[in-house]
């Protein structure tokens, strides 16, 4: 079946490192991507996708390609701030047909340090 | 507009009880998907409704069903509970499924302790 594998965390950095955390998926066909952010206390919000091989989501600073023959969608951000410490969640969802069931990665705790 | 909102936000039960969490989507969304989050097996796919009738289905045992009602609202219960079903509950909603990107909202969660 489909599957999602993220680096173990924690992973602690100090402002202005650079991060990567990386994402690999095994998936039939052609599966969108996404990179979800938790914040202690909340739910999921959605932080970039990308839908076909070779896009590249970005949002707030944080970039990820899709990389089919590598089948890999690595998280990076060229200088983390102390307000992006949360839970990172790589997930794959299958194109095509009615099933819009999110498969997850365990998530990676990120913790930046002032 | 208004995000998903979930009720209770919290929720303290005993073994054997049952337990029924409740879902808003965002106005205009049909389709509702719920999540379990636990620490040990992260985030895992319940079930999926979309105009009342239950599409898609994760593997949990039959003591979880859901139904969807016709204002797009929707409620999961858990029957018989059991010390591992606490969990954070996640409900996530998103538009018609005919459009090509569908993206899920997710709401804030329901956690359930069971003791």
């Known amino acids: 079946g489909d599957s999602v594998t993220q680096m173990e965390g924690p992973v602690t950095l100090s402002e202005e490192a650079f991060l990567t955390i990386n994402c690999t998926y095994t998936a039939t066909g052609y599966p969108s991507l996404f990179w979800y952010v938790q914040y202690p206390g909340e739910g999921l919000q959605l932080l970039l996708k ?54 997850f990665g365990k998530g990676t705790l990120l913790t930046v340090n002032p | 507009k208004a995000g998903v909102t979930q009720t209770p936000r919290y929720l303290i039960k005993t073994r054997g009880q049952q337990v029924t969490l409740s879902c808003s989507p965002i106005s205009g969304h049909r389709s509702v998907s719920w999540y379990q989050q636990t620490p040990g097996q992260g985030l895992q796919f319940l079930f999926e409704y979309f105009s009342e009738t239950q599409r898609n289905k994760g593997n949990f045992p039959g003591r979880f069903s859901g139904r969807q009602f016709s204002n797009s609202r929707s409620e999961m219960n858990v029957s018989t509970l059991e010390l591992g079903d606490s969990a954070l509950y996640l409900c996530a909603s998103s538009l018609d499924p005919g459009t090509l990107y569908n993206e899920q909202f997710f709401g804030p969660g329901t956690r359930l302790t069971v003791l």
């Open chain 1, 50 to 103: 990308a839908t076909k091989a070779d896009d590249k989501g970005s949002n707030k600073g944080f970039e990820a390609t899709y990389r089919k023959e590598t089948t890999s969608f690595h998280l990076e951000k060229g200088s983390v701030q102390v307000s992006d410490s949360a839970v990172y969640f790589c997930a794959l969802r299958k194109s095509g047909g009615s099933n819009y069931k999110l498969t």
